[in-house]
């Protein structure tokens, strides 16, 4: 073992390398990429010292990291053989070449670049493949329906993404894949890294090598396609979020605003696109930026007097979109009248929201007695928590801006003071929801930049320390990154007492 300090030496990452060839594919050479996620998502040398140099500079979280892909695909791949590793059935025709690439972004590059085949077959025969199930897969599968795959579904009453796109994957090796890839790499986050790293990559890098057949080929229905590709985006995401996110989302992105896929698709492709909007408002939040995909452009949007909780979520996840648009937008000087009659619209829009808002979904107060002025509520179900949270994060937004421009127009104290109150109730709301007992694991996800908010807002140190204590159960037993978010915090409220 490599002292602390140390780069590990040349034997030990052999070694490492060795205690996974049985799991890449027969004739594939496999190459370590080494580092910190830091660096890896810079695209920076990194030093591979624990902490290494730039992490230390910086004073950022340094988790090293070893990511395994396949250097390239094999020369020639006979079409009558047959591996049960990689789920395809014997006969299926495996016989192009392609440079393995390493993320989706790769993926869409490369694609955007070939000239598409013509098929060789059509899209509705995609269901007479078979895949071999091992004990493995079936393990991962499990995995995914009864974890993450509830975090895809949060706003989705359908469940598309545990059910519809299992289905699939049951004829769909690049679903199955995508699926193992998520879930295993969800596990190595848990504390099992060295068992579960390995088995990611290795369907990680099979479902990469699917995805750009797919694309190039077109051998497979747009379905498909569109939900690998999320899952593997969510797969990247959830490995290495960062600076680099835009990446990340570059494939999903392509598919939706390209061939207007979300607006003309299928329901699953619709689901998909939502996923897809949650990443990407999430992220928003993170970089304090506009999403990447502009909310003028977000496909079927749900109207007012909707009554289903998922779609009544989709809706205020919109205009949380436009307030984060509106928000952080690089507008100097005073408003414009333009810009506070449009202000002004996007309040009553969310105000509007909650007015019509079932009295179910607004979630129920227990009669238990909680501390810190909090309340313990009750949601009838997840996608009810989620579009609360989302609501409450909305008007905390809303109120940061009237505080910004109350240095500009010289409102008075008092006005100043109401808005102060409005953002900590708010907050307070947030902190209530997520510290009840029974909150589900996909609303808890959906929590963390609320919960952000929350604390950056509350006063009090005791239940700032609690939301801290929760960003950070989240990271250890959901494998969300949450620690930056932590860490931001905790400098703030140094900063702040200086």
Known sequence: MSSPGKSPSTTTRRRRIGNVDSHLLHGVKAKVIAGCRNCRTRRIKCDEKKPCGHCAR?????????????????????????????????GQDTSTNYYDPESTYDVFRQASSTV??????????????????????????????????????????????????????????????????????????????????????????????????ELTEQQTSREVIVSATILLCSCELLACPGVDYQRHLYGARSLFQTHSIAANGSSLEHAGFWIYARHDVSLALVHECATLIPPREWPNVPQFKETEEDRLGNRILWILAKMIEFRFSSIEGNWSDKRARDFRDLSSEIDLWWESLPSSARGIATTDISGNGLTK?????????????????????????????????????????????????HA??????????????????????????????????SLKTKIWALLEHIEVHLGFHTQNRVAQLQKELVLNNR
């Open 428 to 461: 307070l709301a947030i902190a209530s929801i997520c510290l009840s007992p029974g909150l589900q694991e996909g609303a808890l996800i959906v929590a963390v930049n609320p919960l952000f908010y929350a604390a950056k807002h509350i006063c009090s140190l």
């Open 116 to 213: 598409p085949r013509e098929p060789r077959r059509s899209p509705q025969l995609q269901g007479l493949i078979e895949v071999t199930v091992t004990e493995e897969i079936a393990k991962l599968l499990d995995i995914y329906q009864r974890g993450i795959g509830t975090w895809m579904d949060v706003l989705d009453h359908s469940l598309a993404y545990q059910r519809q796109v299992v289905r699939y994957a049951l004829s769909s090796p690049l679903l199955l894949h995508a699926i193992c890839a998520l879930s295993a790499k969800q596990m190595s986050l848990l504390g099992e890294a060295f068992l579960w790293e390995p088995v990611s990559a290795r369907h990680y890098g099979k479902s990469l090598g699917l995805l750009i057949r």
């Open 58 to 90: 910086k004073g950022l979280e340094c988790k090293q990291t070893e990511f395994i892909v396949h250097e390239r695909w094999p020369e020639s791949t006979t079409a009558t053989s047959t591996n049960t590793h990689d789920g395809l059935s014997e």
């Open 377 to 425: 509520m009750w949601f009838c179900v997840p996608s009810a928590a989620a579009g609360c949270l989302y609501y409450h994060m909305t008007k905390i937004l809303s109120f940061e801006c009237l505080l910004e421009r109350y240095t500009e127009v010289h409102s008075e104290t008092s006005q100043y003071s109401n808005w102060l109150e409005e953002i900590r109730s």
